[in-house]
Each structure stands twice: as C-alpha cells, then as structure tokens.
C-alpha cells in the first residue's frame, strides 16, 4: 500500500496549462503513473475528499476553489510514495516551503497551491477509493 499514493493537481495549475510540467516532475522523481485523469470536482466529491477539514474557516473556499475548473488526479506508485511525494511537494503554504518543491514553483496563495498529496497510508486509500473507485492494488 505505502507503495501507492494520489496525486491531485488542482484547477490553479490546470488553468495555467501546468499538468505536464507537475506530472515530469513526479516522473523524474522516480513515481510511475498508474492511474490519470481528468474531471471537474462537484460538491459532492470535494465534501467526501475534503471531509476531515469540515468545520475548518477555510473549508467552504476550499472546496469553491476545487469546484472552479478542471482537476488531474494520478495514482503514482515508488517504494515510499506517500512520503517522498509530500517532501517533493512542500508544505501547504507555498511561499513558506522548499525552493525545488512543486508547491514553490507552482503555487500562488496558501489554497491555490497547486497540487494535493495524500498525507498517510490511510488517507491514500480513503482518497484513491473516492477517485478511483476501480482502483486495485
Ligand atoms: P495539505 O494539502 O498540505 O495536506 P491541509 O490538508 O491542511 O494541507 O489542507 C487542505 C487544503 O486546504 C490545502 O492544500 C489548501 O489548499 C487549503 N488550506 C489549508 N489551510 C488553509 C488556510 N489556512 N487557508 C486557506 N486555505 C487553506
Ligand atoms: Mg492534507
């Protein structure tokens, strides 16, 4: 399992034509593509997906955010996936993380920060199992 991890690249990079230059980077990094695609996230996806943040202040732009244009989602398989793919993309506040991560590169504020990583082997399979529901390991 903690070979798998989700990869979402949010609207913000969607809308700047950054799909291609995130997903090299996670391939140059060693991840390989198992799963990808394409979709608009409605309310009902981003409520599940987001769920443990409900009740949070930034919760509803959150998921307005997430709503507001094409999202990529990748299911990118290495040994120690959930972990080097959260150091390879910074800590959520992108102007406050690591110069080479994809957060720094292709952020603009704390929500528009480009991707989305899951954050532990449960979360991985919660988050694959939304997205993907076909997905097997
Ligand atoms: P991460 O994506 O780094 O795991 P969280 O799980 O805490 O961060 O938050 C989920 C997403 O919610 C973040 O990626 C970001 O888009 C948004 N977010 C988090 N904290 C804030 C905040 N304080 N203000 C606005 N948006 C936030
Ligand atoms: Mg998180």
Known sequence: MERHTLLLIKPD???KN?????????EEHGFIIKELKIFQMDHEIGSKF????KGKDFYEKLLKFMQSGMTVAAILQRDDAIH????L???????????ETIRRIYGESITKN??????????????????FPDFSY
């Open 50 to 53: 987001y769920a443990m943040h």
């Open 84 to 87: 080097e793919l959260r150091k």
């Open 13 to 15: 990079s969607t809308k």
């Open 114 to 131: 480009a991707v989305h990583a899951s954050d532990s082997v449960e979360h991985a399979k919660t988050e694959i199992k939304i997205i």
């Open 18 to 26: 950054h799909i291609g230059a995130i997903l090299k980077i996670a």
């Open 89 to 99: 993309v910074g800590k959520t506040d992108y102007h406050n993380t690591k110069p």
